[in-house]
RNA sequence: GCGCCCGUAGCUCAGCUGGAUAGAGCGUCUGGCUACGAACCAGAAGGCCGGGAGUUCGAAUCUCUCCGGGCGCACCA
């Protein structure tokens, strides 16, 4: 099956054409040919300001040297015209009819339809949402998911072998604290703590819901009571830090329990959303499995750590940090300046930092460091198993990690401890490896002060004077997940019992989740990702104008076109193919069509720029485009009431192609397309 | 102090490797439901693209500088 994009393929045609012309007029290689898209259908479909860059080259004025272009380009397949505009760009006129029949055959297909080897890029691992399992999801977390669901289907889409997985730090202070709250502030118990869990799920408390509230007591007990109470609590929070990381005592037993569960209630939270993963690596298996003893040698045999003498860091291992010199450290180089600057990677009592653990699982995910995590079966989906790590795991499993390409979905806070892992990499030869490590880094979802204040929280006035305030788990400040998918189905169901008064409940719920996670993952996609989101019920709360369900409705009134014409999008195109449309494709009149056929030719262009770039938001616009174009041709062009039968031929296979590509690029974006709403 | 990000219409944001009259949504005002569903469409008003300098045929886009806002710079994770 192969996908053909009318302005992908158009590009190369006119790329290839135009490199070939250069050659043999002036005896120039270019390389890259700059081409655009122009402003406006009347400087035609696509355009190239190569003569201004020769000109110089040439000394000829570029309005010349476009002239001799245009007269050495004769004819070209698929283009009408090309010719000289402005100050000498070249404008190139494509032949509507065959770039329509090219439109109109291209495959449509699912994301999964389009995996055949030929498209296959390699195998590409995404780490995304990576929530500490100590309480509930929130805003920001849905970002990080959405964000990193929605690559992952662009990847596939695009031809990659993909592994989506989700990190698990489940023996950090964050859960440590959440246990210390159960253990000390509730005084609770192992066997206490299982029955609670029973009691919760009995009458239908959310687990996570009820860490929330726990971890932002106890992060504020920590410095609630006198100095030398809160350095007794302190002394306790790193003691229970330790047993949890030890493992093998209670304590981490409390920890397993609770940061499981919690676990599970993210997956569920997430699922709402259309997003599931294929691995959970646990820092706990890190840590057992020793992955850091195998990294340190490698990053000591490699000169990469080196240790401290001397100084601030003196007893450490340490490296040297990106800004401060991109070679590795040379041994021999006689007496050198001590780097105060240097990160610390392994302390001087013998403990490794965070990074160095990173490095030890960057090591992994690219399959360089010579061992594997144990896999179990977790969390199971409609249509796979999701594996956790586990110390001594079942045979047979998956194998993960071994990619050649990865995306860390992290938020921009952490671009230093990502560049450090890079820079290690990078510093231990495995260059290839460190050029296809991507920090798909985004900024934070925080809430504005009005927003703040509408949901019951004591706003500062200094807090009420900024244009955002930044969403924290410690202090339990923030917009839960589940409660935001809440609002918004309850939301929507209004809308739709509004106006399906004949459908029955169950498809009524229906319709409303699939328009309100529509809503929720499109506004969650349109800003793109370092541009801060701050959030407002009101703006995540619209159906209306650039919205996800402003696309989904375009989709629903094309069905309902097919519905009451009687036919099929698959029939009106096999029709379609035996017509001419050149006559309906000319004239001022009908520029809105061929620019709805343009549009709709763009998807392939657009999954690349958004793959290159690393960002989702370019598909997300592309959608809504596309939307906009066939709201405004379903408002101008009556369809059914078409006269001329071959013209109506042509108007059904606009909407056919129009609503085929809506639906592909709503389900890259991991939203369904609704037969109502 | 060092590093990264941001500053575009009243508000929230787009603007592809520099390119043709700077775009969209929301809000405001005006108009359109007995035509395929108005969660829609049409029109209007609204901008020295933070300031300044430079690079060039050409700058919202690249460089420098200043102003304003945010986030990082642990032997925390």
């Known amino acids: 099956m192969r996908l053909i994009d009318v302005y992908l393929e158009l590009q190369k045609r006119l790329t290839e054409h135009l490199r070939a012309v250069l050659q043999t007029k002036y005896d120039l290689q270019i390389e890259v040919i700059p081409l655009e898209i122009p402003p406006d259908l009347r400087f035609g479909e696509l355009a190239t300001p190569i003569a201004f860059e020769l000109a110089r080259k040439l000394r000829k004025a570029p309005k010349i040297i476009a002239q001799e272009i245009v007269a050495a380009l ?12 402005g100050a000498g760009y070249i404008n190139a006129r494509l032949d509507r009819a065959a770039g329509v029949r090219l439109a109109a055959g291209s495959e449509g297909g699912s994301p999964s339809a389009q995996g055949s080897p030929e498209l296959t890029r390699g195998h590409a691992l995404v780490e995304h949402s990576s929530i500490n399992p100590n309480k509930a999801a929130h805003i920001g977390h849905l970002r990080n998911a959405i964000l990193g669901d929605t690559f992952v289907r662009l990847l596939r889409a695009a031809g990659y072998k993909v592994d989506v997985q989700n990190y698990i730090d489940n023996t950090g202070v964050q859960v440590a604290d959440v246990v210390v709250g159960f253990l000390h502030l509730e005084g609770r118990s192992l066997a206490d703590i299982r029955q609670l869990l029973g009691e919760l799920k009995r009458s239908g408390v959310r687990i996570d819901y009820y860490c929330w509230d726990l971890y932002a007591r106890t992060s504020q007990w920590y410095a609630s009571g006198s100095p030398e109470e809160n350095e007794a609590r302190k002394r306790f929070r790193y003691a229970t830090m330790h047993e949890i990381e030890r493992g093998c005592n209670e ?73 401060a010199g991109t070679q590795p450290i040379q041994e021999d180089d006689g007496p050198k300046g001590t780097d105060e600057d240097a990160k610390v990677i392994v302390r001087s009592n013998g403990t ?31 249509s796979h198993e999701c594996w956790i790590s586990a110390e001594h795991g079942d045979e047979p499993h998956p194998h993960f990690g071994g990619a050649q390409a990865i995306y860390n979905v992290i938020d921009a806070r952490q671009s230093d401890p990502q560049a450090n892992v890079i820079q290690a990499l990078r510093g231990m030869g495995h260059t290839a490896q460190a050029d296809h490590y991507t920090h798909f880094s985004y900024e934070m979802v925080a809430l504005t002060p009005r927003c703040a204040v509408e949901l019951g929280y004591d706003v500062s006035e200094e807090d009420l004077a900024r244009p955002y305030i930044e969403v924290s788990g410690r202090k339990g400040f923030g917009v839960k997940a589940d409660d935001l998918i809440d609002k918004l189905i309850a939301a929507t169901r209004a809308e739709v019992d509004a106006r399906q008064t004949g459908r029955d409940e169950g498809e009524r719920q229906r319709i409303a989740e699939q328009i309100a996670i529509g809503a929720l993952r499109y506004f969650m996609l349109k800003f793109t990702r370092n541009s801060v989101i701050a959030f407002d019920f009101k703006d995540a709360l619209s159906f209306e104008g650039e919205t996800g369900p402003y696309i989904q409705y375009a989709v629903v009134r094309a069905r309902n076109i097919f519905r009451k014409a009687g036919t099929t999008p698959d029939a009106v195109l096999d029709e379609f193919a035996g017509i001419d449309p050149a006559a309906y494709l000319e004239g001022e009149a009908n520029e809105d069509i061929w620019a709805l056929w343009l549009r709709a030719g763009r998807r392939s262009l657009v999954l690349e720029q958004c793959i290159s770039t690393s960002e989702p938001a370019h598909l997300a616009k592309h959608g809504f485009q596309l939307a906009q174009e066939f709201n405004n041709f379903y408002h101008k062009h009556h369809i059914l009431t078409e006269e001329d039968p071959t013209r109506k031929i042509f108007l059904l296979a606009t909407v056919a192609v129009a609503l085929r590509e809506l639906i592909v690029v709503l389900s890259w974006l991991g939203i369904e397309s609704p037969e109502a709403m």
């Open 352 to 382: 490794v930092t965070y990074v160095g653990k990173d490095i030890a699982y960057h090591l992994w995910k690219f399959g360089l460091l010579g061992r594997d995590f144990g896999y179990k079966p977790f969390f199971t989906y409609p």
């Open 74 to 85: 004769g004819h070209l397949d698929g283009f009408s015209s090309f010719e000289v505009a």
């Open 251 to 323: 304590t981490a037993e409390v920890a397993e329990l609770i940061s499981t569960s919690v676990l599970r209630r993210h997956l569920e939270t997430m699922l709402r959303l259309d997003i599931e993963y294929d691995f959970l690596p646990r820092e706990s298996e890190i840590l057992h499995l020793n992955f850091w003893a195998l990294a340190f040698e490698q990053l000591k045999q490699t000169g990469v750590l080196y240790f401290e003498n001397e100084g601030k860091n003196k007893g450490c291992w340490v490296m040297t940090r990106p800004a």
